[in-house]
């Protein structure tokens, strides 16, 4: 068994041709039979044969690894394989099953992916990617018009799919995490929301388009028919707002056994495509964003002179105000529900500034000078450094670290990579003082001491930029605001008195600023 393959390829090819003249002289007298195999099941057939040979491994003299495919279509294996390799092949097979028997201890093979069928599957694990062009076998159209037709096509496929995914939702995991009480109904409830409503809007709009295609395929006008449409959207300010908490009670969930072993099982099956119940239940709000999106791209490609050409930006913009709407609710929802969650060591952390804030600018990890992981929440009128924990039902907290800044005196410094702050506190806590110091940068708070200045690193300068620009947002605003509750003096400049308002280490675009 130690002979390599390559040195055995001379007697093989001797033993297979003699074979071939025995087996010649046997065909005159008794015909050899013939195994059919239906056509959907050869390429099976023939992959599996292919998969059985090492790489190494072929019939032919010159070694190569490429796969030649047979001319003619045959249902049988004797349009597959010749007669002439078929013994050789056997005994390929043989001495691979036995070089296997014996070498299994020593050097284990890797064991190959299974191939799992598709045919009984409900839900495809991939999506159609077919355009409209795919659909209609011939047109006269210009290229903006077959554009235009494109995108309206990918408006209707969007929403069939989504509402294939929605069904999808409530079909494999509500009712069964319901017969199977691995959930309580009122937990389900708050996890899906109004999920099931939102499947007959969008049926609704689906129908309508389909109306609109006819049996040529086209689509004319589309503009009436969204903005008699978009209004039903506003069922989505109530599950929006609901998504935080949701979000919150799901995560708090999975630590649960039953509950996480059942999501795995389903995110591991062919009919969610790899994703997980979550991403199913943020579709709708992903959708909700897109239409703006694609009611630019039909605008773009509209013809002049076309009816939609008046329609259309009427669309665009309430669409745009019923989104700008929902993103607003759904941030004071956000706010509220973060509001609840802090836990004051001291009364003096009870900022009224974080009792009157309405949103969330930002929120994340971020490190302090001494590589403690904090959670921060940048709100409409302050800036709350947290530690997070968990509460005895399992629910997220977050104990207030520190004390709170309010956004209309704050000053914000970036801190250039390489260089130290704190006193090159924040050399020694992450780098171990060879490395350089990244992604910082200082938050303090105008005519306050220096015990409520804080250091704070993020973790990449990604990260950084974004808590730079929410930072920078919430002080001019939140000084705009307090600007504008003071009465100015008789013939003085509201432009002079902003820009003495702010701090010369805000690090401010002051460009911003004075071309107000």
């Known amino acids: 068994m130690s002979t390599s393959w390559s040195h055995r390829t001379g007697e093989m090819q001797s033993t297979t041709t003699c074979d071939h003249a025995r087996k010649k002289r046997k065909q005159d007298s008794t015909p050899e039979p013939v195994i059919r195999i239906p056509e959907d099941e050869e390429e099976e057939v023939e992959q599996e044969e292919f998969e059985m040979l090492p790489e190494h491994i072929n019939d032919s003299e010159e070694p190569s690894n490429k796969r030649v495919k047979p001319v003619v279509k045959s249902n049988s294996l004797t349009g597959v394989i010749s007669p002439a390799k078929t013994p050789a092949l056997k005994r390929i097979g043989q001495s691979i099953s036995r070089s296997i028997s014996f070498r299994t201890e020593a050097r284990p ?34 290229g903006k018009e077959i554009k235009r037709q494109e995108v309206i096509y990918e408006l209707t496929e969007g929403e069939r ?21 691995i959930m309580t109904e009122s937990e389900l409830k708050q996890i899906f929301g109004t999920l099931d409503s939102l499947i007959p809007l969008h049926e ?27 209004p039903c959207l506003e069922a989505y300010v109530t599950y929006c707002c609901n998504q935080v908490e949701a979000k919150a009670l799901l995560d708090q969930k999975k630590h649960e056994k039953q509950v996480e072993h059942f999501l795995r099982l389903c995110q591991e099956s062919s009919f969610s495509r790899k994703l997980d119940l979550w991403n199913f239940l943020d579709l709708p709000r992903s959708r909700l964003v897109k239409y703006p999106l694609l009611l630019k791209e039909i605008q773009k490609c509209t013809p002049a002179e076309h009816p939609d050409e008046f329609t259309l ?18 941030g004071e929802a956000e706010c509220k529900f973060y509001r609840r969650g802090l836990t004051y060591l001291e009364d003096c952390q009870r900022l009224l500034e974080i009792q009157q804030s309405r949103f969330l600018y930002c929120h994340g990890e971020l490190k302090n000078n001494k590589g ?24 997220h ?30 050399r020694g806590a992450f780098t171990g003082g060879n490395d350089k110091v990244k992604n910082c940068f200082r938050v303090s708070s105008r ?30 605003q939140s000084r705009d605001r307090r600007a504008q509750s003071v009465v100015l003096p008789p013939h003085s400049d509201p432009t002079l008195c902003h820009i003495a308002d702010l701090s010369l280490s805000c690090d401010t675009d002051m460009a911003d600023v004075t071309g107000r």
């Not at 930006?313 to 759904?330: G, R, Y």
């Not at 000053?411 to 390489?418: A, F, H, Q, R, S």
Request: charged share 25%.
């Open 109 to 142: 093979l890797p064991t190959l992916p299974l191939r799992s069928r598709t045919k009984g599957l409900s839900f495809p694990r991939r999506r159609n990617s077919q355009c409209w062009s795919d659909t209609v076998e011939s047109h006269n159209l210009t």
């Open 161 to 181: 799919q989504l509402i294939e995914d929605l069904s999808l939702v409530k079909k494999v995991y509500y009712e069964p995490m319901l017969k199977l009480d």
């Open 204 to 230: 609704d709009l689906l129908s309508r388009l389909e109306r609109l295609r006819g049996s040529k395929k086209t689509v004319g006008e589309v503009a009436p028919t969204l903005m008699n449409w978009f």
């Open 372 to 395: 403690q992981r904090l959670h921060v929440f940048l709100f409409e009128l302050a800036l709350v450094l947290t530690r997070p924990g968990e509460d005895r039902e399992g629910g």
């Open 397 to 426: 907290v977050f104990q207030v670290y520190r004390q709170p800044l309010p956004n209309a005196s704050l000053n914000l410094e970036v801190i250039p990579d390489g260089e130290t702050c704190g006193g090159g506190s924040f």
């Open 313 to 330: 930006p009427d669309a665009l913009e309430m669409i745009q105000s019923i989104v700008a709407e929902v993103n607003k609710k759904t």
């Open 447 to 476: 005519g306050s001491s220096k015990a409520n200045s804080y250091s704070l690193q993020a973790n990449d300068s990604f990260s950084k930029q974004q808590w730079v620009t929410c930072l920078r947002q919430a002080m001019v």
